[in-house]
């Protein structure tokens, strides 16, 4: 990618925020961050960063000075494949790749991930299916997603889509489960214990930054 989003822009101690760091450290292991030697071994192992507007090393700075709005709204984290190269080498036993979902989870919460890049759409729109239904049904995904992303591409894909109606492979109903109010349960308790903590939680347990 090659959106150039920030160095190169003064930034005043005043526009960065510093509770950021303790945001994303609140998740379980998430402390580890404060470590990091700044050694670049994670930037190295990691296959994707060559196409990331920051390296796995430079988010890890950035979200320690309180860079929030440039972390959140990088495509770094939405470019992450998860193959967890940079946590197996990190000499600091940071869990990057943990964090890397952290800044994604709360990039969604704040609604700050890059506008119309469909990974985080499909994210979002993925986890609210599961969420709502139990269960997620492709085409009903595949309309929202290309709803808020690029509406235009619906008619570019009609063919393929009427011709996988026609043969049984997607289907318009729903799918949906039992229950699903048990399943809400689970995932809010879920939701509680790994998402990051927001500044009012970081603040009711002495977490925040004076
Ligand atoms: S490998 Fe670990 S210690 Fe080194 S820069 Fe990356 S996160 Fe920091
Ligand atoms: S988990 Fe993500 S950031 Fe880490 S090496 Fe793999 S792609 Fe890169």
């Not at 950021?20 to 470590?35: M, R």
């Not at 071994?41 to 430079?58: A, F, K, L, N």
């Not at 009427?162 to 689970?186: N, T």
């Amino acid at each position: 990618m090659n959106k150039w989003q920030g160095w190169r822009k003064i930034r005043y101690e005043s526009d960065l925020d510093p509770q950021f760091v303790n945001e994303i450290a609140s998740i379980p292991g998430g402390e580890k961050l404060y470590s990091c030697i700044q050694c670049g071994t994670c930037s190295g192992m990691c296959p994707i960063s060559p196409y990331m507007d920051y390296t796995p090393r430079q988010i890890i700075a950035m979200i320690r000075a309180g860079f929030k709005g440039e972390v959140l709204s990088s495509y770094t984290t939405w470019l992450c494949a998860s193959c967890y190269s940079c946590t197996v080498e990190c000499p600091k036993d940071i869990k990057l790749t943990d964090i890397m979902y952290a800044a994604k989870r709360l990039a969604i919460r704040e609604k700050v991930y890059p506008k119309r890049f469909p990974t985080p759409v499909l994210a979002s729109e993925f986890f609210k299916a599961v969420e709502n239904y139990g269960r997620s049904t492709e085409s009903w995904l595949l309309v929202n997603l290309f709803m808020k992303t690029n509406p235009f591409k619906i008619f570019k894909q009609m063919g393929l889509g009427l011709r996988l109606f026609s043969q049984g492979r997607l289907s318009p109903k729903r799918e949906s489960i039992k229950r699903r109010g048990e399943l809400k349960s689970i995932l809010k308790v879920l939701e509680k214990e790994h998402m990051v903590k927001s500044k009012d939680e970081l603040v009711s347990t002495g977490k925040e930054i004076a």
